[in-house]
């Protein structure tokens, strides 16, 4: 169903997974050489190019928060793709993303513990009902990093400002539940440096997953 994209060793015991659209592919190269460079030894990243990116990637059906586009809410059937890259026992999975990746990556670690960590960079926490369904579910992973830009809450659309509000309290929240958690602040909007961000998420999760 869904396009993939592999990269590093194929050898390796940790395996990171990236939902990603062509902007995402547009910069992996220069984030996997990030990624090494921070974690300090090989992985095996496989990239899941997904369809259509609002709908692909949405836990639940929502209207458009800008331009037209809502969200279609397929993000079940996306995981059961990726689940099946999963099946090797002997493996560690960390999965992530940025943006709305970030967001599913997060929400998939309550619907299944097949990935010992998420690597969350800029997700969009202010995607509606996501905290409070947060707040309503277990998440089955033990480790989760979240990042966010400095200038992301300072936006003209009233559902994006919501983000910086909403991702320390999914911090709190995750904190709250003995998961281990950090939250990262990095200068800028979202738009600036994704590569680098991503990279920080995913490193830190690989540096971590042992712990």
């Not at 998961?179 to 995913?202: C, M, V, Y």
Request: aromatic share 12%; net charge negative.
């Amino acid at each position: 169903m869904f396009k993939t994209f592999e990269y590093g060793d194929p050898a390796s015991e940790t395996v990171l997974i990236q939902p990603v659209y062509d902007h995402d592919l547009s910069y992996i190269e220069s984030q996997i050489e990030e990624i090494r460079k921070i974690a300090g030894y090989d992985f095996r990243l496989v990239a899941v190019k997904v369809n259509n990116w609002n709908d692909d990637l949405s836990p639940w059906e929502a209207p458009a928060v800008f331009g037209n586009d809502g969200f279609g809410g397929n993000a079940e059937v996306t995981l059961t793709e990726i689940l099946r890259l999963t099946d090797d026992p002997a493996k560690s999975y960390i999965i992530g993303g940025y943006s709305l990746a970030a967001l599913f990556s997060i929400w998939a670690a309550y619907r299944t513990d097949r990935f010992c960590a998420v690597a969350a960079a800029s997700p969009s926490v202010w995607f509606p009902g996501f905290v409070e369904f947060m707040k309503d579910n277990a998440i089955r992973t033990k480790r989760v990093y979240l990042s966010l830009g400095d200038k992301e809450e300072k936006t003209r659309n009233a559902v994006m400002a919501t983000v910086g509000d909403r991702i320390r309290e999914s911090c709190e929240l995750l904190k709250n539940t003995g998961t281990q958690t950090i939250l990262e602040w990095n200068s800028g909007n979202h738009f600036k440096e994704p590569d680098i961000r991503t990279a920080k998420a995913f490193a830190w999760c690989q540096l971590n997953k042992g712990e």
